[in-house]
């Protein structure tokens, strides 16, 4: 369970990062940006002492197999010995996964991950009795155990969750047939990945200084940006019109995988992939159309940033093309490792002095190895596998502001992880990936006020405002308008329509039109524009995951607003997510920390702020 959220918080942040330049020696590093691991074990000797230690404790979960029903006292034992011998497994893992982060040349390293995940899948193997045991037993007696033995109350919520999805849980053989499938699981997301990244032809531009370039997908990206706008619009409709040609072979690869996700859904009795996506972490579909609904009541705010951005741009009309185009001259900003953590420490001070006193401790006791150093994983990501220690981040630290923002970042995911191994039982202390990036984001919310109030010019004022609207545009509404199209497409299918590559540019390209206007005082959606979702990895790769994206930073961005309206009222409440863990499930949570997934009141709250931040920009440029 704690080994896929990671996971899944590194795929989140992938998206954002940059890979830094790494050049220094990891033995010419001080120390104090090192984390330190041998609060997980002293030496390597120790972990192995403890990797054979957790070898001859399976058979203490095993030994229970058949029996877990028996009574009180052997359901107990059976459900406290798995999740003690899980706890030993995480911390395990842990500290060979960091290690070898430390240097991924170091094959030595490396083969310790090999071990840990070998000995993760012995056990998931050996323990997959548990879930269909608890559920032959039945509630009266489940009833009766958990009054006899008070001791159950730490799995209440593991047993609950089992339970729920009782009515989903086919028998052993109809699951293992299930399960078989799993062999050509990849199939999409490898033909995806072949197709766009090697065989498929990509589209060549010249652009206005004579060069001649490839638009591969990161190609794209980043010519995208240029200043000259005739440059951008032949970059985009080269790209786009390329993948016309593909429409076909991509649309039948993308048709088969939502085909595909439904078999799932009606296989295990759901009646739409909507429904079975969102069962995991028990969210009611509801947030899901919620979503959608209110942010089509927000396109008004869209609306006026893209007025904001034709003022900017000082063009006629705006165009889909002039999207990424820079509207704000980037102020570079410098910032040491102890600049960084001071600015952190500042604008993360209305969280209270708890969160505080923690935050210094991450910085004082080596919770973070800092510095990009030779051969040191790319990118950035906090665990907190290890429940009796403290969690862990890794950075690359590159002394410039998307640095500060990214620790600030992770350290709301540490934070969360700090807290709620804290303040819960083991079985509870791992968090759903809903409610996962509120944290981190929350963090992102209040560097950003605080930069802002705190900039030193008006050129570095409107840098840090325009970057944060921009992150608000993709992460809010072009979110969105995927996680739409996710929808549609599958709702096609599960009504047993024809999905080709010529329906998904129709729905598409009309979603694009809603959301942008496609009229003057919008902006223009050229026809090619149809073809984007070609190029979008997601909907290959995910199912119904993307609108997470959206609703973490809505509600994040409400949450925001209310601490700095409200004060210590409203951080009261946000403690319930941070200390929550899994003790009830993501919604539960949130409406506990004081906003409702299914009302309007955190959109209005989110575009509140955006407007706000539109304002403050508007009022700079009314000044020149
Ligand atoms: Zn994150």
New binding site residues.
């Given amino acids: 369970m704690r080994v896929k959220a990671v996971i899944l918080?590194i795929i989140?942040?992938s998206i954002c990062m940059i890979t830094k330049a790494q050049n220094i020696e990891r033995k010419n590093v001080d120390p104090k940006y090192k984390w330190n691991l041998s609060e997980l074990y002293a030496s390597e000797s120790d972990w192995l002492k403890a990797k054979d230690n957790i070898q001859k404790n399976i058979d203490k979960v095993v030994q229970y197999k058949g029996k877990l029903g028996q009574s009180s006292e052997s359901f107990l034992n059976g459900t406290k010995n798995y999740f003690d011998l899980m706890k030993e497994l995480n911390r395990l893992s842990d500290y060979a996964s960091r290690i070898s982060d430390e240097d991924l040349n170091n094959s030595h390293n490396q083969s310790l991950v090999q071990q840990a995940t070998a000995l993760t899948t012995e056990i998931s193997e050996k323990t997959a009795f548990i879930s269909p045991e608890i559920l032959k037993i039945d509630q009266k007696r489940l009833d009766k155990f958990f009054s006899e033995k008070k001791e159950l109350a730490d799995y209440k919520m593991f047993v609950k969750d089992i339970v729920r999805q009782k009515a989903h849980t086919l028998s052993e053989p109809e699951e293992q047939i299930l399960a078989s499938f799993g062999l050509s699981g990849d199939t999409y997301t490898n033909v995806y990945s072949i197709f766009t990244n090697a065989e498929m032809p990509f589209a060549k531009v010249v652009t206005s200084d004579g060069k001649e370039v490839e638009l591969t997908s990161s190609a794209y990206t980043k010519y995208r940006t240029l200043q000259n706008r005739s440059d951008r619009e032949k970059v985009f409709s080269s790209f786009f019109n390329n993948f016309k040609n593909f429409q076909n072979t991509l649309g039948a690869n993308l048709a088969g995988k939502v085909k595909t996700d439904y078999v799932y859904a009606k296989d295990r009795k759901y009646n739409t992939t909507l429904e079975y996506s969102l069962s995991g972490p028990n969210i009611p579909v509801s947030v899901y159309e919620n979503l959608i609904k209110q942010i089509h009541n927000s396109l008004p705010t869209l609306r006026r940033f893209l007025a904001l951005k034709k003022r900017m741009l000082n063009v006629d009309t705006l165009h889909y093309y002039d999207l990424y185009a820079p509207i704000v001259k980037e102020t570079s900003m410098h910032f040491s490792i102890e600049d960084g953590q001071k600015v952190i420490l500042d604008a993360l001070k209305p969280l209270g002095p708890e969160y505080n006193a923690t935050l210094q401790k991450a910085f004082g006791s080596r919770w973070i190895d800092m510095m990009p150093t030779v051969g040191k994983r790319s990118g950035a990501?906090?665990t907190g596998a290890s429940y009796d220690v403290h969690p862990y981040i890794l950075m690359n630290w590159n002394d410039d502001y998307e640095s500060v923002s990214t620790l600030a970042?992770?350290l709301?995911?540490t934070m969360h992880s700090y807290f709620s191994n804290k303040n819960q039982p083991f079985a509870n202390s791992n968090y759903a990936t809903f409610v996962?990036?509120i944290?981190?984001?929350l963090n992102e919310n209040l560097l950003n006020n605080y930069m802002v109030q705190n900039a030193k010019s008006d050129e570095e004022k409107l840098s840090l405002l325009g970057s944060y609207l921009e992150l608000l545009r993709t992460t809010i509404f072009r979110q969105t308008l995927f996680a739409e199209f996710e929808l549609e497409i599958h709702k096609l299918v599960e009504a047993g329509k024809p999905v080709t590559g010529e329906v998904m540019n129709d729905i598409y390209y009309n979603l694009v039109k809603t959301y942008y206007g496609n009229d003057k005082d919008g902006c223009i959606v050229d026809p090619y524009i149809a073809y984007e979702w070609e190029y979008i990895p997601h909907f290959i790769d995910y199912t119904y995951y993307v609108f997470q994206y959206s609703t973490s930073l809505i509600y994040s961005t409400a949450i925001a607003e209310k601490i700095i309206n409200e004060g210590k009222p409203a951080v009261d409440k946000y403690y319930n997510i941070l200390k929550g863990g899994s003790s009830d499930y993501p919604i539960e949570l949130i409406k506990k920390a004081g906003i409702d997934p299914l009302s309007a009141e955190p959109f209005n709250l989110a575009m509140n702020k955006m407007n706000k931040v539109m304002d403050q920009i508007e009022q700079i440029l009314n000044k020149k």
Wanted: glycine share 8%; no cysteine.
């Fill in positions: 918080f989140l942040i990501y906090s970042h992770e709301g995911h996962a990036e944290a981190s984001t």
